[in-house]
């Protein structure tokens, strides 16, 4: 254990009363008699002042109230890792009484039973050793002698107080994989490249809650040359500056809850060859720009980019969906709580919107887009923006169809939508209502048309009615599995034309049905 009256006990860490902090001073308090610790803690919540008593700066503190002065005998340095290690998962110590056989006293010896693989220590893998006082290595050599085989290690909220200090531990780990270092506040060290031994084989690293920021970040990456998971949520990260000859194996990168607020810096990872995760939640981002291409084509940047996480942003533009569509693997985005999800009375329609407008797009907040969904987002948007684009210069005529870039650029898919489905004819147009809320009651005739021994049933249903629901009541009625039904519907004033109605989170009014209409089911 480290002398607490030591001068070297500056930039170590203590705890004291179950609060963590670092030591910033060591040394007299005038008119107090006796050695003082000055400590910066980690919750500055629990610190009385910056450093400054009486009028005299003794130590300074990143918070005005986030300093204190403790006696010595309070703090808590911490012990070995090995210590540690032994308290968590090494043997209970041996239990022994006496019992009395006649003239004989026999000492009986028992044993608590403890797992094998946590008795024996150079068998285990995953350790985990969070919270229990770890401030160093210890002897030289005693963790490889005695457990040289983790390849999982959590150090979060320790008493390690420098990158030299983790790496006097996992230099001796050489299998070590992922190490876990949350709520620890490290020391920079005066020359990473120096220590990449101690981490030769690291892929995963997670620093949440740690207070570095990326310039930091860039500056400890020579440390890590295998890394491929880095977690750095909940910091003080505002700027993002481009790796250049580092992190080039990165395949997630978690940068949540930190204080980010343009999505622009996103583009200083534009380039990083692996990167195929990226977690962006909440920040304050309210825009993302991919400045390299014009709608309608492939961005160059976060090329492997195939999950996207920007959930509790400040998102409230589509013109930010239409960004993510330029972005050439991404399959699956997370965005919920942020104003655009709140942006229509529907959740449903800005579900449909979404989908629509990211061409590759399989998983949207984590519920898979099955190719039906996909095929009546399309359609639908394709409808419901069809009288806009005749507007902006659009036609069904091929040759004639000329729509402006204010159009192309709000709607970057649209023509790509008409080459797929075809454009939307006048009678489709003249039908939408994609916003109607009206509650009316429709008086809707239902029939089936491949069963003619089943009567025709009338049925008042309110067009806000989702079609799922209309299964759900036709089930009730026909004895017949929601599933395995197809609905359509005809309107006299589409004579001869049968409207498919393909999603079952849409309502009645979606689709433009009005009173009087022909409900079609089959199954």
């Given amino acids: 254990m480290i002398d607490p009256i030591s001068s070297d006990a500056i930039g170590k860490r203590i705890i004291c009363d179950g609060e963590c902090a670092t030591v910033r001073y060591v040394g007299n308090v005038p008119p107090t008699q006796g050695p003082w610790l000055g400590v910066e803690w980690d919750n500055p919540q629990r610190g009385k002042h910056d450093g400054t008593h009486n009028g005299e700066k003794y130590f300074t503190c990143s918070h005005p109230t986030g300093g204190s002065f403790i006696r010595p005998k309070k703090a808590d340095f911490g012990v070995d890792f090995l210590t540690a290690l032994n308290k968590r998962y090494g043997l209970k110590v041996e239990q022994t009484e006496e019992l009395v056989l006649g003239k004989r006293t026999v000492e ?13 220590l150079n068998k285990l893998r995953d350790i985990s050793l969070r919270e229990c006082g770890v401030s160093h290595a210890g002897d030289k050599e005693d963790i490889y002698n005695s457990c040289p085989n983790i390849t999982i290690l959590n150090l979060s909220k320790n008493l390690l107080s420098s990158w030299e200090n983790v790496a006097d531990i996992t230099k001796q780990l050489k299998e070590l994989q992922s190490l876990y270092l949350s709520e620890n506040r490290l020391s920079l060290s005066s020359s990473p490249p120096t220590l990449a031994d101690a981490f030769l084989n690291l892929k995963i690293l997670s620093l949440n809650q740690t207070g570095i920021t ?7 990456a020579a440390m890590w040359p295998s890394i491929e ?3 750095l949520a909940s910091n003080d990260i505002t700027v993002l500056e481009r790796p250049v000859d580092s992190l080039q194996k990165l395949k997630l990168l978690d940068i949540s809850n930190n204080k980010l607020n343009d999505g622009n810096q996103l583009h200083a990872l534009g380039y990083l060859p692996r990167l195929s995760q990226l977690i962006v939640s909440n920040n304050n981002i309210s825009s993302f720009n ?3 291409v014009q709608f309608g084509h492939t961005s160059v940047m ?4 195939n999950i996207l996480f920007v959930n509790g942003n400040n998102i409230s533009q589509w013109s930010v969906i239409n960004e993510l569509n330029k972005l050439e693997s991404l399959q699956s985005l997370n965005c919920q709580n942020n104003p655009l999800m709140e942006s229509a009375k529907n959740p449903e329609t800005v579900r449909q919107l979404i989908i629509a407008k990211i061409a590759k797009l399989k998983v949207l907040n984590r519920i898979e887009i099955l190719a039906q969904e996909r095929k009546g987002a399309e359609l639908d948007y394709r409808k419901m923006f069809g009288n806009d684009w005749l507007k902006a210069g659009g036609s069904q005529n091929p040759d004639l169809n000329k729509p402006n870039v204010e159009f192309l650029t709000a709607h970057p898919r649209y023509l790509e939508l008409i080459k797929k489905f075809g454009a939307p004819d006048e009678g489709e147009l003249k039908q939408q209502q994609p916003f109607a809320l009206k509650n009316q009651l429709l008086m809707i005739t239902i029939k089936c048309p491949d069963k003619p021994d089943q009567k025709p049933i009338q049925k008042k249903l309110p067009d806000s009615m989702t079609v799922q629901k209309v299964k759900g009541l036709l089930y009730r009625l026909l004895k017949v599995p929601g599933s395995e039904m197809k609905l359509s519907y005809e309107s006299a004033k589409m004579e001869g034309r049968e409207i498919e109605m393909e999603n079952d989170l849409k309502p009645l009014q979606f689709y433009s049905v009005e009173n009087g209409d022909c409900m079609l089911v089959r199954w």
Wanted: hydrophobic residues 35%; negative net charge.
């Fill in 302 to 305: 976060l090329s492997k980019l």
């Fill in 290 to 292: 991919f400045p390299d």
């Fill in 214 to 220: 990326w310039t930091e970040v860039l500056y400890c």
């Fill in 229 to 231: 998971e880095l977690h």
């Fill in 108 to 120: 009986l010896v028992g044993f608590e039973s403890v797992h094998e693989e946590q008795s024996q």
